[in-house]
Nanobody, 123 residues
Framework: QVHLVESGGGLVQAGGSLRLSCAAS????????MGWFRRAPGKEREFVAT????????FYADSVKGRFTISRDNAKSTGYLQMNSLKPEDTAVYYC????????????????WGQGTQVTVSS
């Protein structure tokens, strides 16, 4: 069992930056791939970024590529999502997720989820 808690969300102006954190407890965090997903108002939850268990491989949605960076610190059992050049369309609840095995953009492959953190980008 892995327990995930996101933090770092908030209100920011367009063009600004935020860094989300995902603190893990329970099983060995380094055994799990991690992903970030988001749900905008009135929309389905969508993939944002994913990272392998060792941080050596990453993959991004086209909508955030070049602006967001996913990373992790296994010694601290924490994952991160650095978000730069934020746009109003990035407004959403952001969720981190974890799974044993390889990293993937498919949300249905993730068995552990955090409660989410709200990110609001004003124009």
């Amino acid at each position: 069992q892995v327990h995930l808690v996101e933090s770092g969300g908030g209100l920011v102006q367009a063009g600004g930056s935020l860094r989300l954190s995902c603190a893990a407890s329970g099983r060995t965090f380094s055994a799990y791939a991690m992903g970030w997903f988001r749900r905008a108002p009135g929309k389905e939850r969508e993939f944002v970024a994913t990272i392998s268990w060792d941080g050596g491989s990453t993959f991004y949605a086209d909508s955030v590529k070049g602006r967001f960076t996913i990373s992790r610190d296994n010694a601290k059992s924490t994952g991160y999502l650095q978000m730069n050049s934020l746009k109003p369309e990035d407004t959403a609840v952001y969720y981190c997720a974890a799974r044993r095995g390889s990293y993937t953009r498919n949300q249905y492959d993730y068995g552990y989820w955090g409660q989410g953190t709200q990110v609001t980008v004003s124009s």
